[in-house]
């Protein structure tokens, strides 16, 4: 979707629940997805990515989903933390001519509280 | 690796002169991004380069602003005459051949009064 807007989505969770951000993406041409998460003056941190030719890859407490068909991302954080208090954009990358232009999403406000 | 380095880490500035931006890429990687960040548009990317040469400029808001890759480490972002609309954070990105999770600098925040 489109970064506009002064309203980002919101999500509260309390320590320890298990978080899921999500996404919808526009061009159903792009072959490379990315999670980033961005801490109060900080730049965006790479998080996890994912390859359309998967629906669904790992990490440490985090895990990505992929649904192609409806033009769907998600991220799912297991075990949340205080720590993972910040802002997380879905990034995408179209491929073809516009390889390496990659496209953020507005971002969802994650809150974890104590 | 110290990653991706930006400078000046806060930039206030009188409408109408000129800025420059600096980034350093991290070392080994060939391809440098410049993004803006305001919360009305969230991350817009302004240009990109591959192996020193501008691949796609279409995101540079206008001939006021222009960016350069004087060699494969380091890139500047120029804005000539600034204006109070460009106040934003500008970052930069580097990754090998735009592929992988690009990794970013800490941002630039600009404040043109």
């Known amino acids: 979707g489109e970064s506009v807007g002064l309203h980002l989505p919101t999500l509260s969770v309390q320590e320890g629940d298990n978080s899921i951000i999500n996404c919808a993406y526009s061009?159903?041409?792009?072959?490379?997805f990315i999670w980033y998460k961005q801490e109060s003056g900080k730049g965006p941190q790479f998080i996890i990515d994912?390859?359309?030719?998967?629906d669904k890859r790992q990490g440490q407490r985090v895990t990505v989903l992929l649904n192609k068909t409806v033009k769907h991302l998600s991220l799912q954080i297991a075990a949340t933390q205080p720590g993972d208090s910040a802002v997380y954009f879905c990034?995408?990358?179209?491929?073809?001519?516009?390889?390496?232009?990659?496209?953020f999403g507005q971002g969802t406000i994650l809150t974890v509280h104590p | 690796d110290a990653g991706v380095i930006q400078s000046p880490r806060h930039e206030v500035t009188e409408m109408g002169q000129e800025v420059t931006l600096r980034c350093k890429l991290i070392?080994?990687?060939?391809?440098l991004f410049w993004y803006r960040q305001t919360m009305m548009r969230g991350l817009e990317l302004l240009i990109y380069?591959?192996?020193?040469?501008?691949?796609?400029d279409s995101g540079m808001p206008e001939d006021r602003f222009s960016a350069k890759m004087p060699n494969a480490s380091f890139s500047t972002l120029k804005i000539q005459p600034s204006e109070p609309r460009d106040s934003a954070v500008y970052f930069c990105?580097?990754?090998?051949?735009?592929?992988?999770?690009?990794?970013f600098g800490s941002g630039t925040r600009l404040t043109v009064v």
């Open positions: 990105a580097s990754s090998l051949n735009q592929q992988d999770g690009y990794t």
């Open positions: 061009n159903s041409a792009s072959d490379y």
């Open positions: 994912i390859r359309s030719n998967m």
């Open positions: 990034a995408e990358n179209a491929g073809g001519t516009s390889y390496g232009k990659l496209t």
């Open positions: 070392s080994g990687h060939n391809s």
């Open positions: 380069f591959n192996n020193n040469v501008p691949i796609d």
